[in-house]
């Protein structure tokens, strides 16, 4: 069975601090990997899917995240971070075949602090 | 394009009682799936529906079930109520099956209490 580790559960920094959370699998067939956000208030939305092809993946808001299948690692990255990125975090994963269930991870919290 | 709406937002409900939630999908979505959320726990996968099956099922005991109409639409009944049921439902709907490529779009969520 799949599953989804997210090694940190809350993070803070400054704004103008770089991001970087991190998303580790255990599957070992093809993959579609998701990052969504739940900012405070509102719906789960997408950041950023891969499903395959270039391994570095933009998504909205100057997010962007990078599939290493060697090490089973989706780990989402900013460059620079804004107090409006604080929300929840989820990093999220299915098999790429068939009715495959999406596993979620537990989640990262990140506070910015102005 | 009208977003995934669920109905009702806010629930309070007592021990042993029964409860039925409504998802409306995105239009000319098929796949509808319920997720449970807690603190600490994430989002746990509860079932997914596609053409009015249920194509996959996560761990949870037979008093959560659900259905889907001819219209895409999806209800996810709980029976006898526990306080652990207390949580956010999700619902998320998706243009096919979520193994074939397809993302999932979520809805804001109804929040059960039971006391």
């Known amino acids: 069975a799949q599953s989804v580790s997210q090694h940190n559960h809350h993070v803070i920094l400054s704004e103008a601090a770089s991001l970087e959370l991190g998303c580790n699998y255990s599957y070992g067939g093809t993959v579609n990997l998701f990052w969504y956000v739940q900012y405070p208030g509102q719906h789960l939305q997408l950041l950023l899917k891969y499903f395959s092809g270039d391994p570095l993946v933009k998504g909205i808001k100057g997010f962007e995240a990078e599939f290493i299948k060697s090490k089973f690692s989706f780990n989402l990255r900013k460059p620079s971070v804004q107090w409006s990125d604080t929300a929840e975090y989820f990093c999220a994963v299915n098999a790429a075949r068939g009715y495959q269930k999406v596993t979620f991870g537990t989640g990262t919290k990140l506070q910015v602090i102005p | 394009k009208a977003g995934v709406t669920q109905t009702p937002r806010y629930l309070i409900k007592t021990r042993g009682q029964q409860v039925t939630l409504s998802c409306s999908p995105i239009s000319g979505h098929r796949s509808v799936s319920w997720y449970q959320q807690t603190p600490g726990q994430g989002l746990q996968f509860l079932f997914e529906y596609f053409s009015e099956t249920q194509r996959n099922k996560g761990n949870f005991p037979g008093r959560f079930s659900g259905r889907q109409f001819s219209n895409s639409r999806s209800e996810m009944n709980v029976s006898t109520l526990e306080l652990g049921d207390s949580a956010l439902y999700l619902c998320?709907?998706?243009?096919?099956?979520?193994?074939?490529?397809?993302?999932?779009?979520f809805g804001p969520g109804t929040r059960l209490t039971v006391l």
């Open positions: 998320a709907s998706s243009l096919g099956t979520t193994g074939n490529y397809n993302e999932q779009f």
